[in-house]
């Protein structure tokens, strides 16, 4: 009874709105997706480039920012136009309803779903360039729980809550990819920029404090029930594991690089 219930959860009690967009209508497409990639990242691109020189990949990696930038951006508009502002923010309601804002948001919530399958092609980059220290524990770890959770998010929760998220994190990657194709246009400009490279990892954790504080207010806030507690509570973990290995990443690179 109880694994024919976990099935019916799983296929059937997705949010209507979301169930016949695809991979969020698959239950193995993202799956697969995740397993490919740790398995690319892991095993075959490496063999592959084992006796090869590194791809230089320019042109590739500024048109890949440019990408990143003009989408991040847009969907931060997007958010902004459908209304993110005129609807309720603070214990916001469970809303799986055609209501033209709460749909239109609802939409957001899988552009920003896609935008997290793009964000894999970064992996493939460092690979084939043999930037293997850039394929770090954290990077794999906050690239497979990011998509992971937003596909679930996309699948059974992609209400009001959700989107606060998405917002916050694709303006954090707007201003993340603008450094990277800016530290990509030559030494002169990278020097230039240089000096924002830590303020990057700090936007990152300063997200990840907001986004604890925000999911915090469902067990702050009397009768605020958003969505079922250990959803949060899974939620919060993840962030939590990520800020700390943010923390961990920024102490070891620029701590550092200050006493150098």
Known sequence: ??????????????????????????????PCIIFAYLYFVLGCGPRFMKNRPPYSLKTFIQVYNIVQIVANSWLVYKHIAYGIFSVKLVCPDFDYSENNTSAKLAKCTYYFFLLKLLDY?????????????????????????TLLL????????????????????????AIMYMYYFLAACGPDIQKAVLPMKPWITKSQMIQFVILILYASQQFVIPNCTVVSNWVVLLFVVNVVINFFMFRNFYKKTYTKLKKT
């Open 1 to 30: 009874m109880e694994s024919q219930g976990i099935y019916h959860y799983w296929t059937q009690q997705i949010d209507p709105r979301m169930a016949n967009l695809p991979f969020i209508s698959s239950s193995y497409q993202v």
């Open 150 to 173: 937003t596909w679930l998010g996309v699948r059974y929760y992609a209400v009001t809550a959700m989107t606060v998220v998405t917002i916050i994190n694709s303006f954090i990657h």
């Open 121 to 145: 092609v970064e992996t493939g980059i460092f690979v084939l360039r043999k930037k293997n220290n850039q394929v770090s524990a954290l990077h794999l770890y906050h690239h497979v729980s």
